[in-house]
C-alpha cells in the first residue's frame, strides 16, 4: 500500500506555529522553529500510520491529545540544547522530564543558582535523590546527598574538608552510636586503625565490603579518647 505524500517541513512549520500559539510556547521562550523538529517526527510517524493524507488539523489534535508527550520531547530538547536557561524553562524541564532532570541534576542546580531560583533547587533535591545517583551523605554546601568517598559533591562540585562532613553528619552522635552497639574487638580495630568508613552509620574498615560506598574519615586524638573512654564505660558494666 502506498503511503500518502506529504510535506513534511512545510505541514510541520504550520503545525509548529499553531502549537506554539494554543500551548503557549513563547511563555517558555521558545519559537515555532525550536519545535519544528520534535513536530517533524510526529509528522512523519503520523503520515506513515494512515492510508490516506491527513489535513494540518488532524495532526494537530492529535499532538494536543498527546500534550505531555509533546512537552516531555520539547523538555529534552531543551537538556540536549543546553544553558543558558530561563526559570520557565527550567520549570517545564522539571515538570515534563523529572527523570531527566534528576540525571542531569548538577547542570541545571548551576542554572538555578544563577537565576536565584531556590524553589528549583528545592525540586531538584528531590529528583536527584529519586532519579540521579544519590549518595548516603548530604552536601553540607548545596544539601543534596552527592558527596563522593574523595569527599567531592557531585553536584555542586565543593572540595569538602573532614571536618565539614563530620560536623554535617553529627559525626560525635554516630561514634557513640557504634561504640555502643559494637563488641569491644571492633571498637578496638578502629581505635587502632585511626579511622571508620562512613555511609548512612559508622563502621570498622574490616566491615566495608569491595565495591560498596564508604568515606574513610580519620579520628582525632579527642575521637579516639571518647571510644576508649566508651569501651572502657562497656568492660566497667
Known sequence: MRRPKIDVDAVSSEVSKELVERLGLDYYGLSPDDIKDIVADIVQGIAASRSTKPSNESI???????????????????????????VEQLELIISYAPELAGRAAPLLYHEARRLGAEHIVEALRDLWRRYGRP?????????????????????????????????????RRLLESFARRSSPQLVLEVIRAGYVVLDDEVKPPSLKKPGEFGVQLFLSREEKELLRSLLASQERA
Open 60 to 86: 494537530l489534535k492529535n499532538i494536543l491529545r498527546n500534550k505531555d508527550s509533546l512537552l516531555k520531547a520539547v523538555a529534552a530538547m531543551l537538556l540536549d540544547r543546553g544553558p543558558p536557561y530561563t
Open 135 to 171: 549518595t548516603p551523605i548530604q552536601c553540607p554546601r548545596c544539601g543534596f546527598h552527592a558527596v563522593t568517598p574523595e569527599l567531592t559533591c557531585m553536584v555542586c562540585g565543593a572540595s569538602l574538608s573532614e571536618e565539614e562532613v563530620k560536623r554535617a553528619v553529627g559525626f
